[in-house]
């Protein structure tokens, strides 16, 4: 008796599995549409934010070891690019624009530490609100819902803008760049992180990297990745940037991120179980891409990107 409920009750499961991998399975970017509602999926369920924290980005690992805290190492993270861009030599009250701000991790740490004046925009509707009610009253941070590709500020707005993760959701990289140094005062700051492949086009894919990559696209609202030089050069040749781009590779130091996002799962168990047993099945869902992900940045079939550049 026992043996069969274990059965049934294991059927079930899995039939529930197939169903959600099925019914999810349209991650496939077809507009910035497709991105704000799968973000905004990941928003109400909550599990990404219980799971993972504030912060939907990479961790930086100083030695490329998992030594440190997962949601330490994306706090650092924040820390490490603002240095390395040369943010922290603004003054406080600096008018900062956050490009995909998730729901605020980096804003919240650009106005709390730095005392900027932070404009964080997301085109998911859910994340602003999360991002509304996760800052406290107070701090110098006001969330919009808008596309990164149609900025509505005017030339000039910004004394830097900042941008962590989101370019690899744009469609359009020449525009996603546009927009960033349309509204960068001459002058400001400029600090993006991404995710971009290698060169394909002097590098070409073999067979199984083809479906790797498209396994990354079409499970997480990608439309296409560029490469690190890509990308480097689109900010060169823009007519509103001063045209020294600094860029570097990363892998060595968010490496350790991917396994660390998998652990965390084994470390909160009780985050994903008190969220029921959808929540298993989904986290259970995105264990394979974030495999792949991982091997691909080993391989170097991916890579984390950093700009930087001035207005
Ligand atoms: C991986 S998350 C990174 C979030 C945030 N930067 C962080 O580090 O926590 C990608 C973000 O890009 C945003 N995004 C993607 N496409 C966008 C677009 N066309 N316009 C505005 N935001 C966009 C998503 O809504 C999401 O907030």
Not at 46 to 75: C, M, P, S
């Amino acid at each position: 008796m026992i043996q069969l409920v274990l059965t049934l009750f294991i059927l079930f499961f899995c039939l529930l599995t197939l169903c959600i991998i099925w019914r999810n399975n349209s991650r496939k970017y077809i507009s910035s549409g497709t991105v704000a509602s799968a973000y905004d999926a990941w928003t109400q369920d909550k599990l990404l934010e219980r799971l993972w924290g504030e912060h939907i980005h990479l961790g930086f690992y100083a030695t490329g070891k998992q030594n440190i805290d997962f949601r330490e190492a994306k706090v650092q993270f924040a820390h490490k690019l603002v240095n390395w861009s040369g943010l922290d030599k603004l003054p406080k009250g600096s008018r900062i624009l956050d490009v995909g701000c998730g729901i605020g991790g980096s804003s919240r740490i650009l106005a709390k530490y730095y005392g900027f004046n932070v404009t964080g925009i997301t085109i998911s509707p859910a994340q602003v609100k999360r991002a509304r009610e996760l800052t406290p009253s107070g701090l110098n941070c006001n969330f919009l819902v808008m596309d990164a590709l149609d900025l509505k500020f005017e030339d000039g707005s910004f004394d830097a803008v900042w941008s962590v993760e989101a370019g690899a959701h744009m469609n359009d990289k020449n525009k996603f760049a546009d927009e960033m140094l349309r509204t960068l005062r001459p002058g400001g700051y400029l600090a993006i992180a991404d995710w971009n492949s290698r060169d394909l086009r002097a590098y070409p894919p073999t067979f199984f990297e083809k479906l790797v990559l498209k396994q990354l696209l079409e499970q997480w609202v990608h439309p296409n990745f560029i490469s690190i030089n890509e990308f480097s050069n689109i900010l060169r040749v823009n007519k509103n940037s001063a045209g020294r781009v600094i860029s570097e590779n990363w892998n060595f130091y968010t490496n350790p991120s991917w396994y660390d996002s998998i652990i965390e799962g084994i470390r909160r168990p009780f985050v994903i179980l008190s969220l029921g047993p959808l929540a298993i099945v989904k986290s259970i869902r995105e264990i394979p891409t974030i495999l792949l992900m991982n091997w691909s940045f080993k391989k170097g079939l991916m890579e984390f990107g950093v700009y930087k550049c001035r207005g």
